[in-house]
């Protein structure tokens, strides 16, 4: 029994923090363009103080 | 003949407007005065402002790297993000520094074509981010019951004792109840609508199995008893959700499509204010008695009168009359119409919202009436099924009362049938067969607005055409450029290039052919309605109709010269002070696969059909040349709409291809519609299927889609029957617990979902075929 009074707990906050993690990148605009993110990955160098470090800020 | 005093010297100079910024954030004044930025130095603090950019021809990631580095290098801009998805560009850039035009004509210059968006529709977005939410709220807690319920399960069978099954349960359902009652709500709030006006939809039967499955879980949680169905609530929910936000993302993805093609009419106008100076104005924000100025190839923003100057208006959009209409003062103009020839002022008649001719929107009102009544498949389906399983869930629990079963053993069975008819192949087969079927037709040109448009697409046997703009390119070519020698075309092409009739233009597109670059002359004046005037050192030039360039005995090689179809409207004359005359005929081209998807059509047994609302002559020799039988000319809107009523009443299902504002009303009365992307705002919103491009074959592609995606929705219900006819009796027997039942729905949306993306499949063969 007391596995699983912090095993159980454990468990949980790991799928929350998934959870999180997914409002998280919901909220910052993640999912707002499927098809650019694709190739976003491969641009390697960004302009310093470019759009990539504060993706879609305004709510 | 003409008095040159009244002559301007330069028509294009007059196209130049004072630079106008337009305040974008959305709030108060939507207008900054032009005097206040003429000194930026007064607003030391800087400004910033956002705007947004359509960006069209943004198809790839080098695209989308190229725009945010050459913009975001340019002074005054701070922040630039392209969107691929919605080839949309969003700019954060500081007033004193830079301004719209600029950022336009810089994204113009690396090579793409692109306009303002004025407003950006944020509603769709964030609509489709609650559902991904609330989508990932559900699939957190459905993991995490899952995990404890499968530890019950086993414990079953093995040595669990009461209370750490109880803790379990009580775990379950702290997890579950708020999962549930927030990731539910779309389909709560929907029944609740539903039921408020006395009706069923598919949410009634959802909605009632999860909160009658939540609750009975909860009371036998409350109890300590071992019957808690928490996870199959929630895995409905999960799968549920999906199929929904499938739905959703498909058609806000249409809706900012269609956006981005709305807007490129000109959106804005230029307001005369009472001091003379002028203001760039949103079109709808336009009120009647005020002053616009409409510059020479722009459109006209509003319905208004004449108050200074003289042009040639082009009504293709408004009549389907190829040829532009001469309007001097007090003449009425008509919003959406194009003005050819010089700037001229209106006084606005009517305000922006009623100024999309009262009896177009009428006439649209009436047909879409008839279209209102069209059902969706899924909801006839739904018709059918919601009561059915309300009433087979409802005896099951009174049969297995009657039969002795205590109360709360009959609710159980009673659930696991509700769960188990769950109606994936409507909520999540329908959606995910529409949402494959656009993608195909996005990728060949075509967006899909809704999918009821394509439900009604796949019933159509019969195609009726519009002829301006739509079997035709809707702008004219010269047709005897053979024919003329380079000396007249060069002097021809001079002239033309301060025109913007549409003549000018076709006379010029010809010469750049020929000759390269054409230097255009300066010093040419336009007369509106009759042509152009330059005087060389050798004489007077003209350029224009046969009166103008005094072509008195009309010679008859013109007659020679002209097809059955043409007349002399389409004719304008070259001539030279040394009396050399040369004839320019201009005939409006078909679109270059017109031709071949008629006899595609025909040859499929689809009835073809031309209505237009041109001049016969005209409409003739199109059908002649299409091979179209059944023609009719000078269709005014009304009687296009009586011609598809006729249709129908004959049992035809009618799919009208139009783009005038005279087809919005037949657009709308169409089985289905398809409206090109050059249409007017009207038509297209009118329209099922907007069609992208010069080509009109992707039509067939529409067709073929529509087909197959029907094809599919109907294997998916046969699917989900199947399915159903099987399990149902398992079910009622009692056979089947809440969890066996929530896993045997999951596994038949799995099928029908996979069942629906063979439509990417096999396209896919076929492509690489």
Partial sequence: MTALAWLIPAALALGLVGLCTFVWALKSGQFEDLDGAAYRILDEDSIPGDAIDKPADQE | ?769
């Fill in chain 2, 1 to 769: 003949m003409a008095d040159s005093t009244e002559i301007n010297p330069n028509p294009s100079v007059v196209q130049s407007r004072p630079s106008i910024v337009v305040d974008f954030d959305g709030e108060g004044d939507d207008v900054v005065s032009n005097a206040a930025l003429d000194v930026p130095e007064a607003r030391s603090e800087h400004l910033e402002q956002s705007a947004v950019f359509a960006v069209e021809n943004m198809n790839c990631g080098g695209c989308m790297r190229k725009i945010e580095r050459e913009i975001g290098l340019q002074p005054g801009i701070q922040h630039v993000r392209a969107n691929l998805t919605k080839k949309r560009v969003h700019v954060v850039y500081d007033v004193a520094q830079t301004g719209t035009d600029l950022i336009n004509s810089s994204l113009e210059g690396l090579g793409f074509q692109t306009h303002q968006l004025i407003e950006e529709d944020e509603s769709s977005v964030s609509g489709d981010s609650d559902l991904l939410r609330r989508l990932g709220v559900a699939g957190f807690a459905s993991a995490n019951v899952m995990l404890l319920s499968v530890a019950v399960w086993a414990g079953l069978a093995s040595d669990m004792d009461k209370v750490s099954m109880t803790l379990f349960h009580w775990l379950s359902a702290l997890i579950a109840l708020p999962a549930i009652g927030y990731a539910g709500q779309p389909f709560f709030r929907s029944a609740r609508q539903a039921l408020k006006v006395r009706q069923l939809n598919m949410d009634v039967p959802i909605s009632l199995a999860v909160v009658l499955a939540t609750g009975m879980s909860l009371f036998q949680t409350i109890k300590g008893e071992a019957h808690v169905y928490f996870d199959a609530s929630l895995t409905l929910l999960f799968f549920l959700l999906i199929g929904r936000y499938l739905d959703h993302a498909m058609r806000s993805k249409a809706r900012s499509a269609v956006q981005n093609l709305m807007e490129l009419k000109s959106e804005t106008a230029a307001l005369i204010n009472d001091d003379g100076t002028l203001s760039e104005i949103p079109t709808r924000h336009l009120m009647p008695g005020q002053k616009v100025l409409v510059a020479a190839g722009a459109s006209v923003p509003a319905d208004g009168d004449v108050l200074s100057g003289e042009t040639m208006i082009d009504e293709a959009l408004l009549t389907g009359e190829s040829e532009p209409r001469l309007v001097g003062k007090d003449d009425q103009v008509y919003a959406g119409t194009i003005n050819h020839t010089a700037p001229i002022q209106i006084v606005v008649r009517a305000a922006a919202n009623d100024t999309v001719f009262s009896e177009i929107a009428r006439l649209m009102e009436v047909a879409e009436q008839a279209r209102g009544r069209y059902v969706r498949l899924a909801d006839r389906a739904a018709a059918i099924y919601a009561p059915g399983i309300h009433l087979i869930g409802a005896f099951t629990f009174l049969g297995w009362m009657a039969f002795g079963a205590g109360w709360e053993q009959s609710l159980l069975v009673a659930i696991s049938v509700l769960i188990i008819t769950c109606p994936c192949a409507l909520a999540l087969a329908v959606p995910a067969v529409q949402v494959a079927a656009a993608a195909r037709l996005f990728s060949n040109g075509l967006i899909l607005k809704s999918g009821d448009g394509l439900e009604r697409l796949s019933e159509t046997d019969y195609v009726v055409f519009d002829k301006t703009g739509t079997l035709t390119l809707g702008r004219p070519a010269l047709q005897n450029s053979d024919e003329i020698d380079d000396e007249m075309l060069k002097r021809a092409a001079e002239m033309a290039a301060a025109s913007l009739h549409p003549y000018s233009r076709a006379i010029l597109q010809v010469a750049e052919k020929r000759f390269g670059a054409v230097t255009p002359l300066s010093d040419v004046a336009e007369y509106a309605g009759l042509g152009l005037s330059y005087i060389g050192d050798d004489g007077e030039w003209r350029l224009g109709s046969p009166g103008w360039c005094q072509i008195l005995n009309e010679p008859n090689t013109g007659e020679d010269l002209t097809g059955p179809g043409e007349d002399k409207k389409s004719i304008l004359w070259l001539a030279g002070p040394s009396g050399d005359q040369v004839a320019f005929h201009f005939i409006d081209p078909l679109r270059a696969d017109a031709v071949e998807m008629i006899n595609r059509l025909k040859s499929r047994g689809v009835g073809v059909e031309l209505l237009s609302g041109d001049r016969r002559e005209l409409v003739r020799s199109v059908a002649q040349t299409t091979g179209i039988k059944l023609w009719s000319g000078e269709m005014k809107p009304d009687d296009k709409i009586k011609r598809l009523g006729e249709l129908e009443n004959t049992g035809h299902r009618v799919l009208m291809v139009g783009d005038g504002l005279n087809d919005a009303p037949a657009l709308s009365a169409g089985h289905a519609s398809i409206a090109p992307s050059t249409a007017a705002d009207i038509s297209k919103t009118a329209a099922d299927v907007i069609l992208q491009g010069k080509c009109l074959l992707p039509i067939m592609d529409a067709v073929d889609i529509a087909s197959r995606a029907r094809t599919l929705s109907l294997q998916n219900f046969a699917l989900a029957a199947g399915y159903n006819a099987i399990c149902i009796p398992l079910a009622i027997s009692g056979y089947v617990t809440p969890l066996i039942a929530a896993i045997a729905m999951s596994a038949s949306s799995i099928a029908v979902t996979a069942n629906a993306m063979r439509l990417h499949l096999r396209d896919k063969e076929r492509t690489s075929s």
